[in-house]
């Protein structure tokens, strides 16, 4: 049986949820499938993506082909690395706790990264919410300047009418 490594849509309309799952190759999309082995959200930035990297290491090793979305996110969890890494030990090219070295010291560097990129994104969006903050502020002190000027002539009109008024009144006396 051809089985593949893919992503099974959930989640509403325009809200994608995917199951990453190993699945017979003649089953519908959304249909059966032999195995969950995580799960991808692209709504999220960046993008969460729970795997079992050994699940998926498994399935490859027995002949599972992901398909190209799965074998990307694979590769960024480090599940191909890991199949990489069991290869070479296999044939005798690494020990085992040098490829466990190999992939940790990697998954450190790939954690590291994703940290400064979401440590970046929380940064530019800090310093959006600043400069929207300093425009609404300008904006706002050129409404009140630009409303003074009529405040005062309406107080100015009304002080004269009023003045008017009392002449007016003491006339008649």
Known sequence: MPVKIRLQRHGKKGKP???IVAADSRAKRDGKYLEK???Y???TNPATIELDVDGAVKWLQNGAQPTDTAKAILSY???????HLAVGVRKGA????????????WLEEKTAKIEAKAEGLSKAEADARAK?????????EARIAAAEPVVEE???EETEAVTEEATASNEEE
């Open 17 to 19: 949820y995917y199951w």
């Open 37 to 39: 082995l995580g799960a």
């Open 41 to 43: 959200n692209p709504n």
């Open 77 to 83: 969890k480090g599940a191909m690395l890991k199949k």
């Open 94 to 105: 690494l020990t085992e706790e040098q490829a466990e070295e190999k992939f940790n010291a």
């Open 132 to 140: 929207a903050l300093e425009a609404e502020k300008a904006v706002n």
């Open 154 to 156: 309406e107080v100015a």
